[in-house]
């Protein structure tokens, strides 16, 4: 006999879908399907299932091999590495659940680490942006129940985020949206004609890198002020065409992915659409949301926030919480070689840092704590294998919307494997006595 | 458990009716005990002031608009970030501090116990990861009512066991303490960008007022009997002239009276009454109503307030309120944060500047000073800053500065650069009253405690309660020769107990204590037709399944207290 | 004026904090006690003294004090760090926050400084004569309160988000700049005598640019509003004037909407 579980959260993206259902074997060891999740996510759970998993701790060998190590030795490792280092460096905890991240803070502490997230190479510019001017926002079911205008900028859920249009934002019936999509008008900012873009109402197809542009002209055409002939490549007649659908509309909300984070403007570009839903709020309802990637990014921006002060990019060297990106943030530290270890858990920074960075963090003791293999497993010192989050070991996570929602465990670890709070407790507990701390 | 004895201080106890006798104060296994045996640690309490562990009735201080301030303020933390010290982990932020640093700071200034004021249900498991990772204090907190749609159903048709199954299932799976209303009607109405500024301004779609969303939650409070009363923030909080609106509300409360076994006697607690003691029709002739708020609650025996008292710092207002942030950002130009919470309520944050050479600010100052002095039940006022809306809760022991000396009070209005304004629209500067230690032991201990439902657990020194007990280097018998001495007595506590573990000593940490999470049980009739309207709200208008909804297990709760209520024979 | 000379003699593996290197620090200090100060490499604390040689006496006060920074000091962050008064001289390069929070006094590099250069600067006189990193006279992240006093000029190019909610002062930039100048400034004067690229004075509500070359892409929000001739920086010159950002808010001065000024060299 087989079971069902139900309400399962699907820890993969930010969407955070907490509706899959997933049939295991009547020991509770194999996952057998996996319902309602979309590819990626079937996958994601599917994954952990594969025969040839790593499941023990291994240290890279002069040559190029790997050597079998216990937990323990591999804590002791870590914990070494942590204690001697000056600036040691703990990167990641996207991919891992709150308690894992509070564990993690506790060790970055007692050892004056920088702790960073994956919002390093994704939405850190949007945490700079709502420093600067706020963020006019709200959760994912106001938009399922109101929002009549809906804008993707920069992102492409229906790749990146594959069941977002079809939970929240552009497809359900709510309170005040009974007609589903036709209730919606939905505009689509990219330079690519992505999938997204295709299904749109109104497509702009931006220059690329002049995001920062159109926003403010968007601003401009909403106080009806005098704009050029073409920005960024769009006709204003077209600009205050769109102009006059976003103030026309009852509730709108734009999400925005890594296509206008991380291209020229950064940081700016976001403000500048905050600016633009603040705006639109003289007029109209209108919220903005990031389209977070890991599906706990948000969360350890959160536990860093209530523990440190800062949601990411924190500095813990001098014994008290610093921030500020360009100085205190992951891929400054390595291109400038501020530091002199570095611990990963919950990302692979070796798939997404530049190579620069890479190459530093290949040169200095280094720990990849990880149930994959990865870019980053590959050149860490010693890559510790752990139990898949959200699949083998629940824990609380943090939904795009900030909205916790508590991970369910469906299956059990193979034999003998530790999850990353077991890991990481383990690690403090030897940290502490090295530091000699309570 | 350690037995302690507390001797020679001078003891304020309103439960017992101790005005400043040099008493002893004995502690076992947790609770305060008539006697202990010779082996019992001594504390010398000799020439201080010896009160239980003080009690604060409303904060923000654990949740997502709260984190919200801390992560998209990082100017508010430049340069004042502490280190570890010892068990003490490191701490952080000026207006929103971090969770650790919240817990010791309440901690060292010997409060014990804390209320967050406004929790969103769907967020409640965010709000009780701060609460646990907030140190020492026992918390609880209240979550919001006005605005949720199964409230507003239920009381559109006066279905009033209905909102009570309602509540009780919430204060359940959320882990919650009380009835919470923040600006009733008004920021569902904020999510079509609209507000309601008066009681009888209906609410678009739901057809129903201010006014008997008020009524309603009143009587389901006292018909499940909870121990804390409807606790509420009202329309038009902030305007000039609001003051209309306030009475308007506090009207509402007439003719109901407290039903509960937890000694209880408000039906409604009137929340940082400061923000809504306005008069005036702009920002120029705006003026004090904290009279015509005082004289009113006064004479009307089943309401309790606090104030919410202005310390004159750059703060971080933050409210369910979401239409007043949107128009507090218009006005101050500052970052503006929103977050708009399906089905249930909404919130605001913005950054704000209570500059002592801004005439309103400086009115504002005097009028949350006002109504305390002017209040003639200190048992029924309580001091609250609101934190962080009028300023940190850190401030508490500068508030009570301004309240126990005139001197003080003179001096603060002396340094306004609108003095004449402050003279001529409040009436501050004929208030002569100092509040006695007494009084403000029942405005921080006894009273909000009682308010609370708590009144057998803390807020007094009587055998057979919780061993809360804060000890001050602040010696009654001796003349105060400058009001500093009094800011700075209530800054660091000698000696804190929380539970019978001493917490704190010469204001250090020394234990990180046994917090616990207060929260309330009511038991209801089973009600199918509310369960069938929990789930259906769930498939439809919820982002998230009804099965991940509950606040559940020791991550979130993992030392729950929880106070009984019965109200299955109703 | 007593100076005090402090050379580089064990350069840190990393990078070393020292922001005790400033007038206000040294004030009143004999050389050893200025070698007993504390800097900070990672989570080591150590001293001065550790690392540099130093050699005279501190002034009684600040003002009375001269510090002149010898050696390698590329990896040293936070010299002149909220500097009051007195001089500073750094003879080559340095790391971020030089000048940072200046509030007075007179401070020059000879080199080339990286970010944070004169982060949210009150006052005196911070002088580059290489070039500048970005974020130059900058708010600190999440401060609407940017720099509001003082000059800052660097004779080399400029990185970008200068005078990011600038509020007061002056900036004057010889050499180019990067993207994104003066964002939400609300106030203050830069000048940038080579080319600036794109993002000029976006989200501005108060406040002057004055660009004497290129500027590759004008911001939308900026209108044409005639041409002026003027004297800037002694340069006498005819200049294309532009209003903006017409998409910001702006304040009202007798029933006038002010806007900020953006003139470029024709």
């Not at chain 1, 399922?144 to 900028?153: E, G, L, S, T």
């Amino acid at each position: 006999m087989t079971k069902t579980i139900t309400d399962v959260i699907c820890p993969f993206c930010g969407t955070l879908c907490d509706d899959v259902e997933v049939v295991v074997s009547d020991d509770g060891k194999q996952l057998l399907e996996v319902y309602n999740a979309c590819v990626i996510g079937t996958e994601k759970f599917l994954h952990s299932q594969s025969k040839d998993r790593v499941t023990r701790p291994r240290m890279h060998q002069p040559d190029g091999t790997w050597k079998e190590i216990s937990y323990d030795e591999a804590a002791e490792y870590s914990a070494q590495m942590l204690a001697k280092a000056k600036k040691p460096l703990m990167f990641g905890w996207s991919s891992t659940n709150c308690e894992a991240q509070s564990v993690g803070n506790e060790i970055a502490e007692i050892t004056r680490a920088c702790c960073d997230n994956t919002a390093a190479t994704c939405h850190g510019t949007s945490l700079i942006a709502i420093q600067d001017i706020g963020l006019p926002s709200c959760t994912l079911g106001e938009i399922k129940n109101r929002a009549d205008r809906v804008i993707f900028w920069g992102c492409n859920p229906a790749h990146a985020h594959p069941r977002h249009m079809s939970r929240y934002s552009i497809f359900p019936r709510g309170f005040f949206t009974s007609k589903g999509q036709m209730s919606r008008k939905m505009i689509v900012v990219d330079p690519r004609v992505t999938d997204t873009a295709k299904m749109a109402d109104v497509h702009l197809q931006v220059e690329q890198g002049m995001d920062y542009e159109l926003l403010d002209a968007l601003r401009v055409a909403f106080k009806g002020e005098w704009l050029p002939d073409v920005v960024a490549g769009i006709p204003k007649e077209k600009i205050r065409e769109v102009a006059d659908m976003m103030k026309s509309g009852r509730f709108g909300i734009i999400f925005f992915g890594m296509g206008v984070t991380q291209s020229l403007g950064k940081n700016h570009n976001i403000d500048a659409a905050i600016a633009v839903t603040k705006d639109l709020n003289e007029y109209t309802k209108f919220s903005i949301m990031p389209m977070r990637g890991h599906y706990n990014v948000t969360g350890s921006g959160e536990v860093f926030g209530w523990q440190f002060g800062f949601p990411y990019a924190v500095d813990l060297t001098r014994g008290f919480a610093r921030y500020n990106p360009g100085d205190t943030s992951t891929i400054d530290l390595l291109v400038r070689g501020e530091v002199d270890a570095m611990f990963t858990i919950g990302s692979d920074p070796g798939a997404h840092f530049p190579i620069s960075a890479v190459k530093q963090f290949a040169h200095i003791p280094s720990v990849c704590v990880d149930p994959h293999l990865t870019p980053t497993t590959g050149v860490s010192k010693l890559h510790v294998p752990v139990a898949f989050n959200g699949v083998e070991v629940g824990g609380n996570c943090y939904r795009m919307d900030n909205v916790p929602i508590d991970c369910r465990k469906v299956v059990e670890p193979p034999e003998g494997m530790l999850t990353d709070e077991q890991f990481l407790i383990k690690v403090r507990d030897r940290v502490r006595q090295l530091k000699g701390v309570a | 458990m350690s037995e302690y004895i507390i001797k020679n201080g001078n003891v304020f106890d309103p439960v017992q009716g101790i005005r400043g006798d040099k008493a002893d104060v004995a502690i076992k296994d947790g609770k305060i005990v008539d006697k202990v045996g010779s082996g019992a640690k001594v504390i010398d309490a000799k020439g201080k002031t010896v009160m239980a562990g003080a009690v604060e009735i409303h904060a923000h201080i654990a949740g997502p608009k709260i984190n919200m301030g801390r992560i998209y303020r990082p100017e508010d933390k430049l340069f004042t970030c502490t280190p570890t010290k010892g068990i003490e982990r490191m701490g952080g932020g000026a207006s929103i501090p971090t969770t650790f640093k919240t817990g010791y700071e309440y901690a060292k200034m010997g409060y014990t116990t804390a209320m967050e004021a406004a929790m969103p249900p769907l967020f409640s498991r965010h709000v009780h990861e701060e609460i646990r990772d907030t140190p020492i204090i026992d918390e609880g907190a209240y979550p919001v009512f006005g605005n949720n749609w199964f409230v507003l159903e239920y009381l559109k048709n006066q279905e009033i066991e209905n909102t009570a199954a309602y509540c009780a299932w919430l204060l359940r799976v959320t882990k919650g303490y009380a009835i919470k209303l923040v600006n009733p009607g008004g920021t569902e109405a904020w999510a079509w960008g609209l507000n309601c500024l008066s009681v009888n301004d209906p609410v678009p779609y739901f057809d129903i007022t201010p006014a008997e969303i008020i009524k309603g939650l009143i009587e389901a409070n006292e018909y499940l009997g909870l121990p804390h009363s409807m606790h509420i923030h009202p329309n038009n909080l902030g305007n000039p002239g609001c003051y209309e609106t306030t009475l308007d509300t506090l009207r509402l409360a007439e003719g109901y009276k407290a039903k509960n076994k937890f000694g209880r006697e408000q039906v409604m607690h009137l929340t940082h009454s400061q923000f809504h003691s306005y008069g005036g029709t702009n920002w120029g002739d705006f003026e004090s109503k904290a009279k015509e708020i005082t004289d009113y609650v006064n004479k009307n025996k089943n309401i309790t307030i606090d104030t919410g008292n202005v310390t004159l710092d750059e703060t971080t207002t933050m409210t369910a309120d979401g239409p007043f942030e949107h128009h507090l950002t218009g006005l101050n130009h500052l970052k503006w944060a929103n977050i708009d919470v399906e089905v249930e309520t909404g919130s605001g944050v913005v950054p704000y500047i209570y500059s002592p050479s801004i005439s309103v600010c400086a009115i504002q100052w005097a009028i949350g000073l006002e109504i305390a002095l002017m209040m003639k039940d200190p048992m029924r006022c309580y001091i609250t800053t609101d934190h962080p809306n009028a300023g940190p809760f850190t401030r508490y022991p500068r508030v009570i500065k301004w309240l126990m000396s005139a001197k003080a009070r003179e001096a603060q209005i002396n340094a306004f650069k609108h003095k004449d304004k402050v003279l001529s629209q409040t009436s501050i500067g004929t208030l002569d009253r100092e509040i006695s230690l007494y009084e403000l032991a029942q405005m921080t201990r006894a009273g909000p405690a009682k308010s609370l439902g708590l009144s057998g657990m803390c807020g007094g020194l009587k055998p057979g309660m919780d061993a809360d007990i804060a000890v001050y280097n602040f010696n009654p018998d001796k003349p105060v020769a400058n009001p500093e001495d009094i800011e700075k007595a209530f800054t660091r506590c000698a000696h804190v107990f929380k539970c019978g573990v001493e917490v704190i000593t010469n204001g250090e940490l020394i234990s990180n204590g046994n917090k616990r999470t207060l929260w309330v049980n009511a038991k209801v009739k089973d009600n199918p037709q509310v369960m069938r309207d929990i789930n259906e709200k769930f498939l439809k208008y919820y982002s998230m399944t009804q099965a991940n909804y509950e606040a559940l297990g020791h991550h979130f709760v993992p030392n729950p207290y929880a106070l009984e209520v019965d109200a299955t024979q109703v | 004026m007593e100076t005090v000379t402090i050379t580089m003699k064990n350069p840190p593996a990393l990078y070393l904090e020292a922001d005790n290197v400033s007038p206000d620090a040294f004030a009143g200090k004999t050389a050893a006690q200025i070698g007993d100060l504390h800097v900070y490499e990672g989570n080591v604390t150590s001293t001065l003294g550790k690392y540099f040689e130093i050699s005279g006496n501190a002034g009684a006060t600040a003002a009375d004090t001269k510090i002149v920074v010898k050696g390698d000091v590329k990896k040293v962050k936070y010299l002149g760090f909220k500097m009051s008064a007195g001089e500073l001289v750094v003879e080559g390069s340095t790391d971020q926050y030089a000048g940072g929070w200046m509030t007075g006094g007179k401070m020059l590099v000879k080199g080339n400084v990286e970010a944070f250069a004169g982060t949210a600067m009150k006052g005196g006189e911070l002088t580059i004569e290489g070039n500048a990193g970005n974020y130059l006279g900058a708010a600190y992240r999440g401060d609407w309160r940017g720099m509001t006093g003082g000059k800052i000029l660097v004779k080399g190019n400029a990185g970008s988000d200068i005078g990011m909610y600038m509020l007061g002062g002056e900036m004057i930039i010889n050499g180019n700049v990067d993207v994104h100048v003066c964002t939400h400034a609300e106030g203050g004067k830069v000048i940038i005598k080579g080319n600036a690229k794109t993002k000029i004075g976006g989200q501005m509500v108060d406040g002057t640019i004055f660009v004497f070359g290129t500027i590759d892409v004008m911001m939308p929000g900026f209108k044409p509003a005639g041409e002026v001739d003027m004297e800037v920086d002694g340069i006498k010159g005819k200049f294309a004037h532009y209003i903006g950002d017409t998409g910001e808010r702006h304040k009202k001065k007798k029933g006038q909407i002010i806007y900020g000024n953006l003139y470029k060299k024709i």
